[in-house]
């Protein structure tokens, strides 16, 4: 499974960019806002710090300006993923930019139907958000259980991007479902390798080392 940090903050994708558990990253508008940056400099200095695709949206809402943003934003690094929300506009916009060979993230999807959609526009990644169906007392995780049902029926390729997480246990869940990637902020990744039996652990063969009086090195 890939990771993919969604965030705008730099600082935290080179620290944890650094731990090379880092796939890619994703960003979105409020994301960006966030960050208090141009968005055009905070998206190249994010291609800077990862190899892998870096999730930039459009803003414009009918297809013809979002393929002239699409193709603006991709001129930034070839590791651009143009991000479009799944309107019939955006799947417009997504056919196009993937003609122009560039990776599109169809983002914004709350059904399976949505997700077919994408796939049929020929989406590298579809973004169905987890969190915010289980926030209105939906089930987040059977859309990613759904969709990966009706991607592998017909061997689309698009890879399901399981979006909007909020802690380590919707990570499992989509993990066990099979999405090709997690995006998550970086407090869920750094929560991920914590244990409460691991720290416990450590604690005793730390304590027990000691009393050898040996050293490794
Ligand atoms: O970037 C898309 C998605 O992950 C947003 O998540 O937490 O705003 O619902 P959230």
Redesign the pocket.
């Known amino acids: 499974m890939k990771f993919f940090l969604?965030t705008a903050d730099t600082s935290e994708i080179r620290e944890l960019a650094a731990t090379g558990l880092v796939d890619g990253v994703?960003t979105?508008p409020?994301?960006v806002a966030k960050s208090g940056r141009k968005f055009t400099d905070v998206i190249a200095e994010i291609c800077t710090l990862t190899d892998g695709p870096v999730s930039a949206e459009v803003t414009a809402t009918d297809a013809k300006a979002m393929i002239a943003e699409g193709r603006h934003l991709a001129k930034i690094a070839p590791n651009v993923a143009v991000k479009v929300p799944l309107t019939m506009d955006g799947l417009i916009a997504c056919r196009t930019l993937r003609e122009d060979g560039t990776m599109v993230n169809v983002?914004l999807c709350f059904s399976a139907n949505q997700a077919l959609l994408a796939a049929k526009a020929d989406a590298s990644f579809i973004?169905p958000?987890i969190?915010?169906l289980d926030d209105q007392g939906d089930d987040g995780m059977q859309l990613i259980r759904d969709i990966r049902t009706i991607y592998d029926n017909y061997g689309y390729e698009t890879e399901i991007l399981a979006?909007?997480?909020?802690h380590p246990a919707h990570v499992r869940a989509a993990a066990l479902i099979g999405a090709d990637v997690a995006?998550m902020p970086g407090s869920v990744l750094r929560q991920m390798a914590r244990h409460a039996l691991t720290d416990r652990g450590l604690e005793a063969f730390l304590a027990d080392w000691k009393k050898t009086g040996q050293s490794i090195l």
């Not at 979006?163 to 909020?166: F, K, N, T, V």
């Open positions: 969604d994703t979105n409020s994301l983002t973004s958000f969190g915010r979006a909007s997480i909020r995006t």
